[in-house]
């Protein structure tokens, strides 16, 4: 499948954000009533890949959802820590709804856009919406994450579970470990001091911090100092209300380790009044102006690992292509549809669907959630 690449965006900051649009030849989007648009941000634990690491994904969906897909190189950790890559995903959604006179398209009606991302770009996704949503912005169509990180204080079971099969090692130590000292360092250092004495001394109103997070170990987290993980556009499982978002498709393999943190994310949207995050959060959902249900999808895929969309021909990658260009078609209503109610669902390895099994469970007994694993 071709693709027209722009490797360098222009007029949004003198040094730009490279970016490139993905998309089917001859498509003729511009000539469309909906011009439906993936907006899409990679993963890479906030540290690491690029767009280039994600067309094989990125390919796929302009082509199941025949829409265009922009893609963005947003700043990474270290030397670019929170909000860095936020701040860069939001001006990317800025530049779709008013881009500037070269840029060789019309502005978009919010309701034509997606959001899209796996991994941490799939926990960015997710933060750039509770950021538009708590600044009063107009809202995309929907949002896609394919196996969210949603919670850096990887505080479920299934991340800390050394039984778990998936490729993506335990990840009871964090990132900062991957850490070599380098010339990067004394600025990385620097930044990090700056933001977490910024965070101690904030006056926004009760802290949002769990003694866990003050480690003998030091930082846990390339992407934001310790006493920033539980921040909602860092850690959005741990918002004081997931309500009020636009729709939600969230997948995941049933063997990888961010299973539990997109499950409870699943449940804390679609139903905000039942699961209200962590016992340090006590109290704050029923003074968020945010308590009306959102209306989430959940998918979990038999076997599957982490991002298995990114690395597997199968039969359950197959199928998800399948529900998320269903998906895409039902938000950007390309076939005046109504949204099916919120659901939870399991996949098996003949892309059958059925209920969650009981081990999904476990994670709403957990009475650690947001909690550092010591």
């Known amino acids: 499948m071709a693709m027209w690449r722009n490797p360098e965006w222009k007029n949004l900051k003198d040094d730009g954000i490279f970016a490139e649009w993905v998309q089917v030849p001859n498509d003729e989007w511009e000539k469309r009533e909906v011009r439906k648009t993936i907006l899409y941000l990679h993963g890479g634990g906030y540290y690491f890949l690029s767009k280039e690491s994600y067309r094989p994904i990125t390919s796929s969906l302009a082509k199941i959802a025949n829409a265009r ?3 963005i190189n947003y700043r990474l950790a270290p030397q670019n820590q929170f909000p860095a890559a936020l701040h860069d995903a939001l001006a990317a959604y800025l530049y779709l709804l ?11 009606n919010p ?29 995309s169509a929907g949002i896609i994450g394919l196996s969210p990180w949603v919670d850096l204080t990887v ?50 109103g009760p802290k949002i911090w769990h003694d866990s997070f003050d480690r003998p170990e030091g930082r846990l987290q390339l992407y934001v100092a310790n006493e920033g993980l539980a921040i909602p556009y860092v850690s959005s499982m741990l918002a004081d209300s997931l ?35 962590p016992s340090y959060n006590a109290g ?31 039969v359950c990658s197959t199928k998800s292509y399948e529900r998320i ?28 669907f059925g209920p969650l099994k009981e081990r999904h469970e476990k994670v709403f007994n957990w009475e650690k959630i947001g909690i550092v694993p010591s």
């Open 69 to 71: 897909v922009l893609v």
């Open 98 to 108: 008013n881009p500037p006179k070269d840029a060789g398209f019309e502005p978009l």
């Open 111 to 139: 309701k034509n856009i997606v959001f899209a991302g796996d991994s941490a770009g799939g926990g960015l996704s997710l933060a750039l919406g509770l950021a538009i949503r708590d600044a009063g912005l107009s809202s």
């Open 155 to 204: 505080s479920t079971p299934s991340i800390i579970n050394d039984d778990c099969a998936d490729f993506v090692p335990n990840q009871k130590r964090g990132s900062a470990v991957n850490f070599a000292e380098s010339p990067a360092s004394k600025e990385y250092k620097e930044k990090d001091a700056a933001l977490a004495e910024k965070i101690k001394n904030q006056n926004l």
């Open 243 to 277: 309500g009020d978002l636009p729709p939600l498709l969230l997948i995941a393999g049933d063997d990888e380790r961010l299973r539990d943190e997109a499950i409870y994310f699943a449940y804390r949207s679609a139903e905000p009044t039942k699961y209200k995050g």
């Open 284 to 314: 704050k959902f029923e003074k968020s102006p945010f308590q009306t249900p959102t209306n989430t999808t959940l998918e979990i895929y038999e076997e599957m690992p982490h991002v298995f969309q990114l690395m597997m021909e199968h």
């Open 325 to 352: 260009a269903e998906f895409i078609n039902r938000t950007t209503n390309i076939h005046n549809e109504p949204l099916p109610p919120s659901s939870y669902n399991y996949i098996n390895v003949k892309g059958e």
